[in-house]
């Protein structure tokens, strides 16, 4: 069966401090792998995907991902938060082929404390 | 930077209403989606559309449920008789065929 699992539903970090946000998936083709970031009242925002190539990839706000097929992992990391970084953050995965729908983990809501 | 918008952001209707909930994606997108999410639980698919036609959609989207593009610019998603367990927020979104996926703000529905 097709899933995405996010381990960890809520994690607390310092500011100033690392991220890491756990994603494993389970999907029959190859995979797309994404990251969404959610604030409150807002839609759901991408903060970076992994296609093909090289499998660290970058993303906005200084976060970066890397996928590891061995492991089915596709973990968001980040050097140093900031407050403004508390949100909820979904992992999703899709094929390929467009029209063809994303399944989403059930996200890991993150805070930031001073 | 264009943008996915969805009207209304926040629609309150009874129990066996109807309802429509409207996108406009972003202008040069082919394929369009509904996703929808439960208070508290993980972000749902619904349904995709492309070239005017349904090309996937989940076992969630049962015959209550219909999409529609009527004009080319627009998106709607209607529920034709609402029941308690829609309340939730759904989710437009648009694409190309890279597969990446803009969403809109959503718009919440809650049915009382």
């Known amino acids: 069966a097709q899933s995405v699992t996010q381990p960890d539903i809520h994690i607390t970090v310092s500011e100033g401090a690392s991220l890491e946000l756990r994603c494993n998936y389970s999907?029959?083709?190859?995979?797309?792998l994404f990251w969404y970031v959610q604030s409150p009242g807002q839609g759901l925002q991408l903060l970076l995907k992994?296609?093909?190539?090289?499998?660290l990839v970058q993303g906005i706000k200084g976060f970066e991902a890397e996928f590891k097929r061995s492991q089915s992992s596709f973990n968001l990391r980040k050097p140093s938060v900031h407050w403004s970084d508390a949100a909820e953050y979904f992992c999703a995965v899709g094929a390929k082929q467009a029209g063809t729908a994303l399944i989403f983990g059930k996200g890991t809501t993150l805070s930031v404390s001073s | 930077e264009p943008e996915v918008t969805q009207t209304p952001s926040h629609q309150v209707t009874q129990m066996g209403q109807e309802v429509i909930l409207r996108c406009v994606p972003i202008?040069?997108?082919?394929?369009f989606y509904w996703y929808r999410q439960i208070l508290g639980q993980k972000v749902e698919f619904l349904v995709s559309f492309y070239n005017n036609e349904i090309s996937e959609k989940s076992e969630i989207f049962d015959d209550q449920f219909s999409v529609e593009r009527p004009d080319g610019s627009n998106f709607t998603l209607k529920i034709r008789s609402t029941k308690l367990e829609d309340s939730a927020m759904y989710f437009c979104a648009g694409g190309t065929f890279t597969g990446e996926l803009f969403f809109g703000e959503g718009s919440r529905l809650t049915v009382l």
């Open positions: 992994y296609f093909s190539g090289d499998t």
């Open positions: 202008s040069n997108h082919l394929y």
């Open positions: 999907y029959g083709a190859t995979p797309y």
